[in-house]
């Protein structure tokens, strides 16, 4: 009899089987300054140039940068380039990372988030809630291994912010393992199992469902008792999931705010399941994570910069603008009426 396993499926495209450290050349090479791109930064409030400035000044060699080697982009090492740059130093010594832009600013976060100048809270939390838009598979504990924040923090904000996935029922853990969100198919497999052989050990079944010895006993000892081997807050939360899953996603008319509209997208598969349409999904959904924090981000503009941003938000609105004059010519409406 072929294993019944819920933990092992090929890991999804986001999926992490190795650390990203793996990635990284090991080789240092010297590089001019003028070929490097600044940080995809996860720091809200900008470098610090007085740090800058105490770097340049120590007189010491600097430790290489850490560089994106498809963009040239720094992902640790801003103020070390900065410092590099008031020295005028002609290059900079630099090592290479060979992965995904995604995969860069994860490793930018979490290279910030173990030295350095510390990361804020702000930091680390905004830099989570962009994880989770990128890598949408990676469990709680994964994402919060990478931002020093909660597990439970790292929940919190997946709820509000995080666009579905393609596949919801599992998530990519810090092993680069690929498990079940819930266990109740894993338990009802091992219900099957113990009846077909009652002899089998608990860590036979265990292999074969992907639950812990520990679940399985529970399950054995429900079985033998004639209950469930779903426990009944398990099953409730099933039922909650198939409701609210129903008639909303079949609902014909949009619902009238951001929110809901992007969480009714989001329900889509004929969009989940294509490059384009995963990318207007999380699109959609920075926007509306942007709408809820607008005050937070009018505040954190310098006024320096004022001016630039509005230029570059204008620019987005019309570019938006061009993108619902689209959809509204394909739906055959001129008021959006319809689900695009």
Do not use: K
């Amino acid at each position: 009899m072929s294993p019944i396993r819920t933990d092992t499926a090929v890991p999804p495209a986001d999926a992490e089987p190795r650390p990203l450290e793996d990635a990284v050349d090991r080789r240092v090479h010297q590089v001019p300054l003028d070929d490097l791109l600044p940080a995809d930064s996860p720091r809200t409030a900008g470098e610090d140039t007085g740090h800058a400035q105490a770097l340049a000044a120590c007189g010491d060699p600097l430790p290489p940068l850490l560089v994106h080697r498809a963009t040239m982009r720094v992902i640790d090492g801003t103020h070390r380039l900065l410092a590099a740059r008031l020295r005028r130093q002609p290059t900079v010594a630099v090592r290479f990372f060979d992965g995904s832009a995604e995969d860069a600013f994860v490793l930018a976060v979490e290279s910030n988030t173990l030295h350095g100048l510390p990361l804020t809270l702000a930091d680390r939390t905004a830099a989570a809630a962009r994880i989770l838009v990128s890598h949408p598979r990676w469990s709680d504990r994964a994402v919060a291994a990478r931002t020093g924040l909660a597990a439970a923090t790292v929940g919190a904000l997946r709820r509000q912010t995080a666009p579905a996935p393609e596949d919801t029922t599992h998530r990519v853990g810090r092993d680069g393992r690929v498990r079940p969100l819930s266990t109740a198919e894993g338990r009802r497999a091992a219900a099957r199992l113990i009846a077909e052989d009652p002899g089998a050990s608990l860590r036979a079944i265990a292999e074969r469902t992907g639950l812990s010895p520990g679940t399985v006993r529970d399950v054995r000892r429900r079985t033998v008792v004639g209950e469930d081997p779903v426990p009944p807050r398990q099953r409730a939360a099933e039922r909650r999931a198939t409701a609210g899953a129903g008639p909303r996603a079949a609902s014909g008319g949009p619902p009238g705010d951001l929110d809901t509209l992007v969480r009714n997208l989001c329900q889509d598969p004929a969009l989940r399941l294509s490059d384009a349409g995963r990318l207007l999904l999380r699109m959609l959904d920075v926007q509306v994570a942007g709408s809820r924090r607008r005050q937070q981000i009018l505040a954190a503009v310098p006024a320096h910069r004022a001016a630039t941003v509005a230029a570059a938000a204008a620019a987005c609105a019309s570019a938006w603008q061009e993108l619902a004059t689209g959809m509204r010519s394909r739906s055959g409406s001129g008021s959006g009426s319809g689900d695009a």
